[in-house]
C-alpha cells in the first residue's frame, strides 16, 4: 500500500485521525485532537474505534464489546465536547492495524495521527511508513500526576533542530493557544565548546518576537534527560520530536528517548512530521552542507532553530541569568557548568 500526503497543507490542522481502543485512550488524546482541530475553521476530528481480535475470528465476536466501547466513548466525546466529524469501528488483527491505520489515512485525507503510549490500538510503535509517514504523528502519554489538558498552563518544548522542530512547534503552538498557555524554549548542548559560525540568524528572532506565546528561551549545558529532569517540573506537558538517528526512522521512541521520559510526571507529546526521511549528515546533491537530522531547506525552522540557539548561546556567555535576548519578549538562561574555549564561564 503506497500513500501519499497531500502537499501545500498544513500537518497539524484540518482533520486529526484519533483511534482508541478504550476510554482512557480516548480521554487521554480527545482532548490534544480538539486543541488541533479548533485552531483552524476547517478543522475536524475523526474517531476511530478499535478492536483486535484473532487471526481466524470473524468481527462478529467483537460485536458485543465494540457496543460497550462505542458507549464509553461518546461518553467521553460529550464530556469533552468534542463532535467528530466522521466514527468508524474497526475491527481486525491486531497484524493488520498499522495499514489499517494508514488506509483511513488516505481515505480521511488525514494531516495528523493520534496515539496514546501505551495503547491497545497497535501491536508496536514501528513500522515501515513511519520512516516517511503521510500525515504528522502524535504518540501521547500521560503523566504520574494524572495531569489533565485543562490544567495545562506552561508548556516546555526541547528543541534540537532536526526534521520535526517546526511540526512540534505547531503543535505546542496549538496546545498554548487553545489554553492561554506559556512555551519555553529548552535547549541541551550537551558538554561540547560552542562558537558561533557565520552571520548572526537575526531573522529567527522576529519569528520568536512574533510569538506571544514564547515566554522565555532555556541553554542547559548537559543531557536531553538532565534538562528535562531539571526543567520539567515547572511544566504540565513535554512536546518533543521523534528519533531522528540511522536505524531509528521507523519507531516512534527509542530507548534513548523513552529513558529521558520516564521520571517525566507530566503529559508528554512526541512529534514525528509527515515526508521524507531526514537526511544524514554531510552534503546534499549540490554540496550545501546539511545540519545533522534537517532538511536540505536553509530557510526552514529547523536550521534557523539550530543556528538562533547557536547565537544566543554564544551571546549568554559571561551575562546574567536576567539579561534578555535582543528580540526576545521573555529571558534567556543558561542553565548548567557554561563553557567558553573550554575553559568555565561563571553566569
Sequence with gaps: MTLHRQQNESVVDKRVLVPVASAEEAELLLPLAKMLADGDQQGRV?????????EDEPASVAAGAMAHLRSEVHEVMRRHG???????TVVRPAAQMWETLWAYVREEQAHALLLAWPNQVVPTLEHSLLAAPPCAVLLVRAGSQEYTWGQVRQVLLPVR??????????VALAIARHQGAEITLLHAIGEATWGVDGQPMAQFAPVLHGLPEIKRSVVAVGSLEEALDSESGRYQVVVLGAPTRSGQATALLSPLLEHALQGLDVLKVIVK???????????DSEGQVLYPGTAPVSSSVAVLVDRWFAENTFRTFGFSADKPIAGMAGKCEVVGQTKEAGFPVPV
Design 82 to 88: 468534542v463532535l467528530p466529524l466522521h466514527i468508524h
Design 273 to 283: 512530521s509527515p515526508g521524507p526521511p531526514a537526511q544524514e549528515e554531510g552534503e
Design 46 to 54: 475523526v474517531m476511530l474505534l478499535v478492536l483486535s481480535v484473532e
Design 161 to 170: 533542530g532536526g526534521p520535526h522542530v517546526e511540526t512540534a512547534l505547531r
